[in-house]
């Protein structure tokens, strides 16, 4: 067959040198403002609040306009867009309040300044709820809301710590905002929203400690002039327009395949319990009576530790086998999508090699199953010996297997791959008799930012079912033009 060796380079993005210059301002004006409120902290404590007030209202402005861009693309699903325009109102909050507390409310006696922060935590917390989250089925949307409870009730225990004697309202919608952001990091967003949703997620959480913050410092009649309270709120003002910035970016990438639940959110249960078991035990020492409180709070911490370690056990296993192939030990065809779309996502150049066994059907109709199962087991082994990391062989289903070669650096790898594996197999015992392995081999190359995980398949489709043509014996063919269908169409007339 011939070999195909054309390299398509990656696509270039009008729209990425513009975006890469927004990262750039946005991350010299959070360390800007970080540095002249912490002077104004240290030299003029009457200006730390027009200070403070100023980069708010800078990261309004940037985030405003970050955002009302973002719900604008026409690419996006209207939810997505719905939520953009969410966060766009949050800034909008954000701009038109910094002048009226500055000029209004210099003292800071009024309740103008709760009011306005209770609309941006509840315009976003609409943002979030109009996210679209990854598609998951009836039993993991319950485990995804009880461990957002979970979190809730950690949330809760740090408010009854820090905010006591606030407002209900004002810990309300904070513990509304972190129940819908805990669930959003624990399902996780489908391919239009991953990382953005992760940045919208990381802000709003920040936000919630910094309310804490200022709750604490608030309810004990603390001075509220602290850089750790103003440190979490203009953080959390640059995770949310840096994620209006990402969601433009994402725009002008590869596509990426859904995903259930994002890394960091299956550490938000563990910390939630954590944090609670944490402020037992200071409320403890800091009232004297270590004995018998302490010591329950130390013993209840043990004993979440244990069990929140033996169900992370239980749920790697349960992950482990939701990605294998029971019979093969192979990787299943989840976790080829998943291994295959990560390598495109990246840029990189990625070969696939369909397979497809040759007479499997006439072993399991003359041997039967046990047979067959057995010889499946051994075609499994040649793709282990022959396919080295971070290769990954898998089993799709029946006798058809495949390979994902990510970041591959020439197509002529993948076709060492589909020689090797075409040169080990061969006859093998398999319950006594001897039974000659034979296969179909498609391969097919993406140059980086070429193809899609399904584009790429249906190439290596096309050619393992020419090499099927060739006859009984073990070929392997690569994509060319000329097996598209089309190409033969326009042969044949």
Known sequence: MQTWTRRVPAPRHRRAPALASAYLLLGGLYLTMI????????????????????????????????????????????????????????????????????????????????????IFVVALLIALQRFPLAPMNRRDRLKTVLDALIVLVGG?????????????????????????????????????????????????????????????????????????????????????????????????????????????????????????????????????????????????????????????????????????????????????????????ARNASTGILVIDMNGFKEINDTLGHKSGDLVLIAFAEVLRRCVSSPGLPARLGGDEFAVVLPEINHPEEAYEVAGRIAAALGPVAVDGRLITLAASIGVAVSGPGELTHDELVHRADLAMYRAKALGPDT?????????????LLSKAS
């Open 35 to 118: 540095v002249l409120s912490g002077a104004a902290l240290v030299t003029d404590v009457s200006a730390y609040d027009e200070t403070a007030e100023l980069a708010r209202f800078a990261f309004g402005v940037f985030g405003l306009a970050a955002a009302v861009r973002a719900a604008r693309q026409p690419a996006l699903p209207g939810r997505l867009r719905q939520a953009w325009g969410a966060v766009a109102a949050s800034f909008a909050v954000l701009v038109t309040s910094a002048p009226l507390l500055l000029f209004f409310d210099r003292d800071g006696t009024s309740v103008a300044a709760d009011i306005t922060h209770v």
């Open 156 to 344: 809760t225990t740090v408010l009854w710590y820090t905010s006591v004697d606030s407002a209900l309202v004002y810990s309300i919608a904070d513990l509304a905002l972190l129940f819908v952001a805990a669930r959003a990091l624990l399902r996780g967003a489908d391919e239009s929203a991953q990382r953005p949703l992760l940045l919208l997620t990381a802000g709003a959480l920040v936000l919630f400690v910094g309310d804490a913050v200022h709750g604490y410092l608030d309810g004990h009649g603390l001075t509220t002039q602290t850089s750790w309270q103003f440190v979490c709120w203009i953080t959390a003002d640059a995770l949310l327009a840096a994620a209006a910035v990402e969601q433009l970016r994402s725009r002008c990438g590869v596509a990426r395949e859904p995903r259930q639940g994002l890394p960091i959110g299956r550490f938000l249960p563990f910390t939630a319990v954590a944090v609670a078991h944490l402020l037992m035990l200071a409320a403890a020492v800091q009232e004297g009576e270590f004995s018998p409180w302490g010591g329950l709070a130390l013993g209840g911490a043990a004993l979440s530790a244990l069990v929140l370690y033996r169900q992370a056990l239980v749920q790697r296993e349960s992950d482990e086998q939701a990605r294998t192939d029971g019979l093969t030990g192979l990787a299943n065809r989840s976790r080829f999508r998943v291994a295959s779309h990560r390598s495109l």
């Open 475 to 487: 070929r392997w063919a690569i994509w060319q033009e000329s097996l598209e269908p089309d190409a």
